[in-house]
């Protein structure tokens, strides 16, 4: 525990206790929602965990850049270093299916892959820049390289825990 994960613990525990009895609700009921802001906690905490290879508490550009790069490679099927529309449709699948794989062979040093960003379906045609059909490694080192500007709020180079949370919260808000 740091002192990062204890301002964020203080901020869902008074968000929930202006927010009437949820917290109390949450920790009694088995049944949780994705608004459960311990929940989603939880999950930042454990994505962290996972990018976060020098252990240093947060993700640097670099670590987010394996982790994509680990994604590509698993949601690249036919391996010609493009994402296909199909590919991209179909990669939620695929990284299933390689997760299930690498959690057989725990000896294995296999990359972990994170999840496919939730727009690139979306905006596929906006990310594929040069209009080929299909997505370069290029093309979605710019969208990655967005997607950190925009969750790095204090523009240190490093997104922490709670950054990742105050953009994730942004996001459900919009939705
Ligand atoms: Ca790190
Ligand atoms: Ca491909
Ligand atoms: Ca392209």
Known sequence: ???KTLIASA???????TSGAAFAAASTTPTTTAKDPAKREQRVARMVKRLDTDKDGKVSKSEMEAAMNATVTVVDADKDGFL?????????DALKAYRQKVKAEPNAT??????LPRGLIKHFDKIDANKDGKLSKEELDTVADRMFQRRDANKDGFITADEFLATKTKAKKQG
């Not at 901020?11 to 206790?17: E, K, W």
């Not at 296909?84 to 939620?92: L, R, Y």
């Open 11 to 17: 901020i869902a525990l008074t968000l929930a206790a």
């Open 110 to 115: 296999m990359a972990k892959p994170g999840q």
């Open 1 to 3: 525990m740091n002192s």
């Open 84 to 92: 296909s529309k199909q590919e991209v449709d179909a990669g939620k």
